[in-house]
């Protein structure tokens, strides 16, 4: 089936330590997306990339960082910098001529 | 700056109840508005509108879009417990060329419904 997969569901890091948010689509997908979801907000774009090697700052991109090497992936790290980077991290994709949004199941990062 | 405001933030509700969830939108370049509800994870699709006064409904649920005003309207009749959730409301737009719109999400409305 196609879909979205983030990896990890859960995750825990130090302060101070980079991690990186993996997601994968199998949609063939151009745009892909990474919000930032908190308590009693709405999602919020961090990055979002239309094509390969290529990437814009969305809203709250301070303190993260994106690649997109292949179409198919779209990690994000989040940096040492980001001041609360605790919160609930979703990837989305867009299927343009269709004009469907598919959203990963998310990564939720607890920085202790 | 695009902005979307969505009301009420939260809402209590009895089962049978018809429920109305507002989201009002200022935002440069629209190109649609969508609904979307959240129970634990990722949210789940449920409507896109892009032409004011037009109805999509699916089951219980209901949406029209009013362009000239710059709101929409999720309309939910005969509530059940499995409504529960945070909808969300989302508008694209934004364009800033070669394809590339943005999604501005609003901060959800919590809606439990009670047995």
């Known amino acids: 089936d196609g879909g979205i997969t983030q990896s990890p569901k859960y995750l825990f890091r130090k302060e101070g330590q980079n991690v990186t948010l993996s997601c994968e689509q199998n949609l063939n997908h151009d745009a892909m997306y990474w919000y930032r979801q908190d308590p009693g907000q709405g999602l919020r774009l961090i990055y979002y990339?239309?094509?390969?090697?290529?990437?814009q700052k969305g809203d709250i991109a301070e303190g993260y960082s994106v690649s997109r090497e292949k179409k198919e992936s779209f990690p994000l790290t989040v940096t040492s910098a980001q001041k609360n980077p605790t919160a609930f991290y979703l990837c989305a994709s867009i299927d343009r001529a269709n004009y469907g949004y598919t959203f990963g199941s998310g990564t939720r990062l607890t920085v202790v | 700056e695009d902005k979307v405001v969505q009301s009420p933030l939260s809402l209590v509700v009895h089962e049978g109840d018809t429920v109305t969830l507002n989201c009002s939108y200022e935002v440069t370049n629209f190109r649609s508005l969508l609904w979307y509800k959240q129970e634990k994870k990722a949210p789940t699709f449920l409507f896109m509108l892009?032409?004011?006064?037009i109805e999509k409904k699916s089951g219980r649920l209901s949406s029209i879009l009013d362009k000239k005003e710059l709101f929409s309207i999720l309309n939910i009749t005969a509530t059940q417990t499995g409504d529960s959730a945070v909808y969300l409301c989302?508008?694209?737009?934004?364009?800033?060329?070669?394809?590339?719109?943005?999604?501005?999400f609003g901060k959800g409305t919590k809606l439990s419904v009670i047995p």
């Open positions: 892009t032409s004011s006064g």
């Open positions: 990339s239309q094509i390969v090697n290529d990437f």
């Open positions: 989302a508008v694209e737009g934004g364009y800033s060329g070669a394809g590339s719109y943005q999604l501005t």
